[in-house]
């Protein structure tokens, strides 16, 4: 791949590179420059318009997956959220000696034996946080709290 500027998408020659070449590169070419998220869009849109244009060098099965990398490694990028797999025991309860918490919206459901954390709670803090839902049959996973910095919690060590 060849960069005809900083603020071009590197221009792909026919036959030079592969998908996983490209794969490969694209969290670089993600990652240079300003990372300000109208900067990083700005760089994915204008990779992906380059691969569009130049349909020629990968297959279309390639091209999908190679773009689809391109959104998701922005999105990443963007939101710097790490998603991790997560399951709960829908008869799950906590002990009586637990405090638990299920972060959400206001109306979300609250899974049996946890407390309700929503947004503007003196509990939490971060920039911006923000409930969010998920498709989800578990109370406990089908809502969250994005933005979270801090969860002060005062604990007490008696044996």
Request: charged share 25%; net charge positive.
């Amino acid at each position: 791949m060849d960069k005809a500027s900083p603020t071009a998408a590197p221009l792909v020659k026919k036959g030079a590179v592969s998908a996983t070449q490209l794969n490969a590169a694209i969290p670089r070419y993600l990652s240079v420059g300003n990372s300000e998220p109208s900067d990083v869009v700005q760089r994915a849109v204008s990779l992906m318009r380059t691969l569009r244009d130049q349909k020629e060098v990968l297959k279309p099965s390639d091209l999908f997956q190679v773009v689809s990398r391109v959104s998701t490694l922005a999105t990443r990028d963007l939101t710097k959220t790490s998603i991790t797999r997560l399951a709960v025991a829908s008869d799950y309860k906590p002990r009586n000696a637990m405090i638990a918490l299920d972060f959400g919206p206001a109306d979300g459901k609250v899974m049996d034996g946890f407390t309700r954390v929503v947004p503007g709670d003196q509990r939490v803090s971060g920039k911006r946080v923000a409930a969010l839902r998920r498709p989800e049959d578990s109370a406990l996973l089908a809502d969250g709290l994005a933005g979270v910095n801090m969860l002060p919690a005062a604990i007490c060590l008696e044996t």
